[in-house]
């Protein structure tokens, strides 16, 4: 079955550090990939995706990910932490193959200490 | 601005009664959802729905009802047989591209639902 791996519930860095965020998926074939961004009592907000094409994505914020389908992982990573980077975030997958499901993982909060 | 609405942010009732939750949006996607999130849990999956009068169970549907008779509306009400109804709810929506294929979903601000 398709499902999607947080390592981590709660990750902490510090101010300038590199933030590191992994994700793990398990499907038999290579899914859409996201990361979405959700900070206290508010909706999820895209950061970046992967469909198709180029492997290394970026999105917004300085958020980048690899999709690794060797490693079927695709870690969300950015240079330097700030203190706004502060928030949970979600991987999530999508078979493409027409199916509207979308598998979310667990969420990874992302602690930044000053 | 294009975007999902979900109304009320925060929502109080009394055990027993049920209860419907706004959605709407304005992005003219075809498919939208609903999804409870419980902390630590993640987004569980309610119900989703590929087309107007359509809509299809997720992952934790009983205790739950929604119609589509709108593209752009997709109410939830959670019923009394909803053993465990306090939780934050997220609405969602998501495009159809030119393969048939989904891609990202846009998700509403969400409603806090506290039941005592």
């Known amino acids: 079955a398709q499902s999607v791996t947080q390592l981590g519930s709660h990750v902490s860095v510090s101010e300038g550090a590199l933030v590191l965020l992994r994700c793990n998926y398990s499907?038999?074939?290579?899914?859409?990939l996201f990361w979405y961004v959700q900070y206290p009592n508010q909706g999820l907000q895209l950061l970046l995706k992967?469909?198709?094409?180029?492997?290394l994505v970026k999105g917004i914020n300085g958020f980048e990910a690899e999709f690794k389908k060797s490693e079927t992982s695709f870690h969300l990573t950015k240079p330097s932490a700030h203190m706004s980077d502060a928030a949970e975030y979600f991987c999530?997958?999508?078979?493409?193959?027409?199916?509207?499901?979308?598998?979310f993982g667990t969420g990874t909060r992302l602690k930044v200490l000053a | 601005d294009g975007g999902i609405t979900q109304s009320p942010k925060y929502l109080f009732r009394k055990e027993g009664q049920n209860v419907t939750l706004s959605c709407e949006q304005n992005?003219?996607?075809?498919?939208m959802y609903w999804y409870r999130q419980d902390p630590g849990q993640g987004l569980r999956l309610i119900y989703y729905?590929?087309?107007?009068?359509?809509?299809q169970k997720g992952d934790i549907a009983e205790g739950y009802s929604v119609s589509r008779e709108k593209k752009e509306s997709f109410p939830l009400t959670v019923t009394s047989a909803q053993k465990n109804p306090t939780a934050f709810y997220l609405c969602?929506?998501?495009?159809?591209?030119?393969?048939?294929?989904?891609?990202?979903?846009?998700f509403g601000p969400g409603t806090r639902l506290t039941v005592t």
């Open positions: 729905s590929q087309i107007v009068n359509d809509f």
């Open positions: 992005l003219n996607h075809d498919a």
């Open positions: 499907s038999s074939v290579p899914p859409y």
């Open positions: 992967y469909t198709t094409g180029a492997t």
């Open positions: 999530a997958a999508l078979l493409p193959s027409g199916t509207y499901k979308y598998i």
């Open positions: 969602a929506s998501s495009i159809r591209g030119a393969s048939g294929h989904s891609y990202e979903q846009y």
